[in-house]
């Protein structure tokens, strides 16, 4: 957003007033800005919805529905929106300019450049004129700014831009061929000849290959400027080097205005009360470059408010040629919404002394309305004459904005607002025979067989899991053949492979502690970690007997709830896969699923704690087996250390026998807790999914969501037509959603 524009009471009321003007006119750009998105968005919706139908076409086989849908057409809605995302931003421009802006036009030698010298006190130096060539070479914006001393910013084409937008036309024109790619294509590369075979046209056709002529044969001189940023900086000094052809005494010896797309000009104006005016100054028209015209027009249509025209009547007689109705043609084509008489003024240029023109000035101010060229007023005035450009020319020009422009830019942001209504009843249009296009069928209403579908599945799932209940109850208190073998098992080993060190271990262990308490005390750590690593292996066989438990879960809603296409896996990867398809909307009936899924048995949590305790009589500062009292018996020295690591091998296995035979003891009064968590989740989950309260609701809800893969057989087509109709209605509602009237409303 830019800045609001301050109003200054010291500056000239003139000068205030189109202060004002500008500041009213930024609210507006904002908002034009959102309706832009708005038809984007459209204009998007509408793509997507005639894909969609495309697509439609080749999945239904309803004669009815495939005419009604063929007939939706958005080609004409889509030019449309084209035409008025083009006029928007052509709105939007105007309203957002810091300037109110004065475009002069007018073919070669026509007095325009000097009348743009006299407004703006700028000389031949800076606004370049000439009596025999074309002088001027690219588009200038002067701004006024009382407080500096002159000085230019120059923007330069891209490499791209100057491809697409200067060279790439006269390819086309000309029928060249396939324009050049790149910078270095065209500069390395000859031009393609000029065909032969363009006709009556051919001495023109070959006027216009000139100028490509120029822009390649030179392209060395102004090549450096494509890569330099933009805005260039430049002094006045140096501003004629960049938009004009030639120098001041008619050397032709400047190219750089071959890459400057414009330049913006900043300087003094020698009328105190012009404020926020610029002045714009257009290449002369009536040269063979292809693009000029083209150019003037999208000038005229994004960054005019007023038009001046420039005529210099010849003083030896002269009359309104075909080049002047033509050029007042094309600059009435730039803004159909405005048209070019209510914001245009013909300036003939006066000549004074021996070649005075002034009767055919007159001749031609009398004459115009018989060639259909309406402005707002004719002026005679000497546009070499500053007095005159101001008081004849610019203070009538300054009146007229100050008195007219809010009027102009109503009539113009109505015209388009009009346009975008009729454009929203199109689409409104088009999109209620969209809706029509499907309409609903005796086939395509299934759920009254799904209801009765429903019901059936329902009796079953909640008999098959009840029986199931039942089953697991008989064993609930049973040992868990699983986990028991897992037990004995791990017994087994602990008893037939201890891990108690030898004799020769327990005597190496002492000499590289120093001290047999040590060594007893480090072999009581390994033996105790040994024994506690063979109990891991029971976390296996719990979880294998609770995987067991939910594969029966699993098999009943397979194979009586239809599940089984819903999710892949088995046990707890299929509940938690069917978990995540259930919305989460329906939270009593996903919680009963996840409840099941995430349900673990881990020897940590059930085991760990129980038989850790009677591990203590294999650690050093609790086991009862001490070698004190052992250490106080009279032993001869030399047989001291044969006797204390024999007595540490046997401590070693009393402790770890004892520590066995208690874990055996406390395992055997767990080989229940398996079956009985099993049936207790089990039973948890069948409260969750059949018997809390509304979940047979969730249940019916889910199932009408995926009924096609639940009764394929049964209406698998149907619903598959169904959520195709849901979809369509769907992308017709979006499009109606982009295109309400509030958001295509800049005006109100």
Known sequence: MQPAIKIDSAVTPKANQIAKIIQKRRPLANKIEIVETTLKNLSAA????????????????????????????????????????????????????????????????????????SLTGLTSAEIPDGDDQHCTGVRSNIHHNPDVEPYAEVWFHTERSFLDEVIAPYYEQLHLGSRPLSIQEFADFPLPELPRELGERQALAAAKYDHLCRYHQNFPKYRDALLEPSPYPIKRHQIREYVAQDTIDRRRIYFNYLAVREVKIICPFP????????????????????????RMIKILGQDIDVVLFVRMPKSTGDFWAAEDIELYDMANSALIDLPIKEWSFMVLNHITGSSDNRRNCESLAAAIAEKHIVVQEVIIANCADSQQAQTEILNGILNYLTQRIEVLDRQYASACQDRLIQLQ??????????????????????????????????????????SLLSSMIVNRDTDDQNFKIAVNSAIQLCRTEPEIPS?????????????????????????????????????????????????????????HGRLQRLADGEGSEFLQNLADTI???????????????????????????????????????????????????????????????????????????????????????????????????????????????????????????????????????????????????????????????????FLR
Request: proline residues 3%; contains cysteine.
């Open 46 to 117: 509408l793509r997507h919805l005639e894909r969609q139908r495309d697509q439609l076409l080749t999945k239904i086989d309803d004669p009815g529905t495939i005419g009604r849908l063929k007939e939706i057409n958005c080609s004409s809605i889509q030019r449309s929106i084209d035409a008025e995302l083009a006029s928007l931003n052509n709105l939007k421009s105007r309203f957002s300019r810091n300037t109110l802006n004065i475009g002069v036009v007018g073919r070669a030698r026509q007095g325009k450049s000097r009348l743009l010298q």
């Open 271 to 294: 009328n105190v009360d012009i404020g926020q005016i610029a002045l714009v100054d257009m290449p002369g028209l009536g040269d063979t470059g292809i693009g000029d015209a083209e």
């Open 425 to 466: 009843r199109a689409v409104k249009s088009e999109l209620e025979k969209a809706k029509d296009a499907w309409r609903l069928t005796s086939k395509d209403d299934w759920f009254p067989n799904f209801v009765i579908l429903f019901q059936d599945l329902w009796r079953n799932l909640t008999r098959e899991l009840e």
């Open 503 to 559: 004799i020769e271990e327990i005597r190496q262990k002492r000499d590289c502690t120093g001290a047999l308490e040590a060594a007893y005390a480090e072999c009581l750590h390994e033996v105790r970690t040994h024994l506690s690593k063979r109990f891991l292996t029971l976390d296996i066989a719990l979880k294998e007997s609770l995987e067991e438990a939910k594969s029966k879960v699993v098999n009943v809603l397979k194979t």
């Open 583 to 745: 919305p989460e909307h329906l939270d009593g009936l996903r919680l009963g699923f996840l409840t099941l899924a995430t349900f673990d048995l881990q020897y940590r949590g059930l085991i760990q704690h129980r038989i850790r305790k009677y591990l203590d009589v294999l650690i050093p500062d609790r086991t009862p087996y001490k070698l004190n009292d052992f250490w106080s018996e009279a032993i001869p020295p030399f047989s001291a250390k044969v006797e204390r690591s024999e007595k540490i091998l046997e401590n070693l296995r009393k402790a770890q026998a004892e520590a066995v035979n208690n874990c055996e003891k406390e395992l055997k009064n767990l080989l229940k807790e398996p079956r009985q968590a099993g049936f207790a989740i089990v039973e948890e989950f069948v409260d969750r999914v059949l018997r809390a309260q509304g979940v047979q609701t969730e249940w019916q809800i889910f199932l009408q969501e995926v009924a096609s893969d639940v009764w394929a057989d049964e209406f698998g087509s149907t619903i598959a037509r169904t959520q195709l109709r849901r979809d369509w209605m769907q992308t017709v509602e979006r499009a109606e959603q982009a295109i309400e009237l509030e958001r295509v409303s």
